[in-house]
């Protein structure tokens, strides 16, 4: 017995946005000061409502009030999370600038080297084909440097 067709609108699968992967959110350097002023106010045992209300944690209100004690209003900004870099941008592009320049370095050294050795043969082709040469045509005279 085959089977029913099957309505595909009643199959499609609609996404709910209450299910949908959730974003951290941001506090405002505003917001963060507002909160942290409610909470000095606040009396015994009206800091669990406040931070109830405004779905916040209590480690957050202490990482902030901990910033705001450090560093002042600037300790609220944001701030890139990871690690601060313990070089500068300029400490950082001298060293990659170094570093490329003992490359090309070496690249040079090794070009200069091989242009190097292929002139020793040259000069004692030239040397034979002239056929004599300054001390009296010996071979040694026209052989690479051992230590190439």
Same mark, same amino acid.
């Not at 009643?10 to 209450?18: C, D, L, S």
């Not at 001298?94 to 320049?101: G, M, S, V």
């Not at 091989?114 to 071979?139: E, V």
């Given at each position: 017995? @085959?089977? @029913? /067709? ?9 996404? *709910? ?7 951290? %959110?941001?506090?405002? *350097? ?25 779905? #916040?944690? +209590?480690?957050? #209100?202490?990482?902030? %009030?901990? /910033?705001?004690?450090?560093? &002042?209003?600037?300790? #609220?900004?944001?701030?890139? @999370? ?5 070089? *500068? ?15 090309? +370095? ?9 242009? *190097? ?5 040259? %000069? ?8 004599? +040469?300054?001390?009296? &045509? ?6 690479? @440097?051992? &230590?190439?």
């Amino acid at each position: 017995m @085959p089977k @029913p /067709a099957l309505n595909l609108s009643q199959t499609e699968v609609n996404p *709910t946005p209450a299910l949908e992967k959730r974003t951290r %959110r941001v506090f405002s *350097t505003e917001y963060k000061l507002q909160i942290l002023a409610e909470a000095d106010r606040c009396a015994r045992g009206e800091l669990g409502a406040l931070l109830g209300r405004e779905k #916040l944690y +209590s480690a957050q #209100l202490q990482q902030w %009030r901990r /910033a705001f004690a450090e560093k &002042g209003v600037e300790g #609220l900004s944001k701030s890139a @999370p990871g690690p601060k870099s313990a070089k *500068t941008l300029e400490q950082r592009r001298i060293e990659q600038l170094e570093r490329e320049n003992a490359r090309l +370095s070496r690249k040079l050294e090794l070009a200069n080297d091989c242009l *190097t050795l292929q002139k020793k043969p040259c %000069r004692c082709s030239i040397a034979r084909s002239m056929g004599a +040469s300054h001390d009296g &045509g010996s071979p040694r005279a026209c052989a690479a @440097p051992e &230590g190439l």
